[in-house]
């Protein structure tokens, strides 16, 4: 936990905002990419947390726990203050106390309920691809049961005479209706080679994280990678609301980070992925 010059009073709450392997060992690291919103974590990250192609991935911090002190004068915060000559009561100021006390981390993404203890739901996300290859995948099944349960315009649509099978898939995926899903906190994660289990590098999207973490560089977050070391050792025991009680997440906390310079790289090749095989 982040502490600053023997003051062991002040802290800060956290709180939320398939198998396969490399060959080649990663350092843990969380990469915030140049393109806006954009985030990859290494396959040791990956491999800590328990995360996986299809997963979700939620980033914790403390910054509200910070701002409700400087909103209520916490004591121990008014007495950090006095000994640092920091005026809490400036914009200046308020920006050396994050300087000093803000953390972040990121954890395996939890199952959202309501204020009754049922799971949330919602419509599972599915682009035109993945509705042609849901289709593709089952088709005999998925054709049966539009022809036989359909509107009969619907079902006359698909045995006109001399409809291809492609045209069939095109009209069925067209028509494919999103399952209902369990609804979980964090973002997505995703892997270019569409490897399961972990161990593997797995990239993400937050916007607003993404902001926050690369705030300091003004226009340049856009030509910047900005590479966070993760701690994986000792991972961090974080209370989380899951919208009908308090359940414990386990987070690896960021540590120091470094900036370079954008390459322009083909899609898909920052997730590094070319080094990792199935088991």
């Not at 080679?193 to 300091?216: I, M, P, R």
């Not at 070391?229 to 009680?245: A, C, M, Q, S, T």
């Not at 386990?250 to 992925?273: P, Q």
């Amino acid at each position: 936990m982040k502490t600053f010059k023997g003051n062991t009073k002040l802290s800060f709450g956290l709180g939320a905002v398939n198998v396969a392997k490399r060959n080649a060992v990663s350092e843990p690291e969380l990469v915030a990419n140049p393109t806006v919103g954009g985030f990859r974590i290494t396959p040791a990250v990956s491999r800590a947390l328990g995360l996986t192609n299809g997963g979700y991935i939620m980033f914790v911090s403390n910054i509200d726990a910070i701002e409700q002190a400087i909103a209520n004068k916490d004591e121990n915060l008014v007495d950090f203050c006095a000994e640092e000559n920091i005026d809490m009561n400036t914009p200046e100021g308020v920006k050396a106390i994050h300087e000093a006390f803000d953390e972040w981390g990121i954890t395996k993404g939890i199952q959202m309920f309501d204020k009754n203890g049922n799971a949330v739901k919602t419509k599972e996300r599915m682009s035109k691809t993945d509705k042609v290859e849901y289709v593709t995948n089952n088709f005999d099944d998925v054709l049966k049961a539009a022809i036989e349960n359909g509107e009969p315009e619907f079902a006359a649509s698909l045995q006109v005479e001399g409809i291809t099978k492609e045209e069939q898939i095109e009209i069925l995926a067209n028509a494919v209706n999103p399952e209902q899903v369990n609804k979980y906190y964090g973002s997505k994660c995703s892997n270019s080679s569409n490897l399961s289990g972990t161990g593997v590098s797995l990239t993400f999207s937050d916007s607003a994280v993404w902001g926050a973490l690369k705030e300091d560089l003004g226009e340049e977050a856009k030509k910047m990678s900005r590479t966070f070391e993760v701690d994986i050792k000792e991972l961090r025991e974080v209370p989380y609301f899951n919208g009908h009680k308090e359940v414990i997440v386990k987070a690896a906390m960021l540590g120091e980070f470094k900036d370079t310079e954008s390459t322009r790289k083909s899609k898909g090749e920052d997730d590094a992925a070319t080094d990792e095989v199935a088991e």
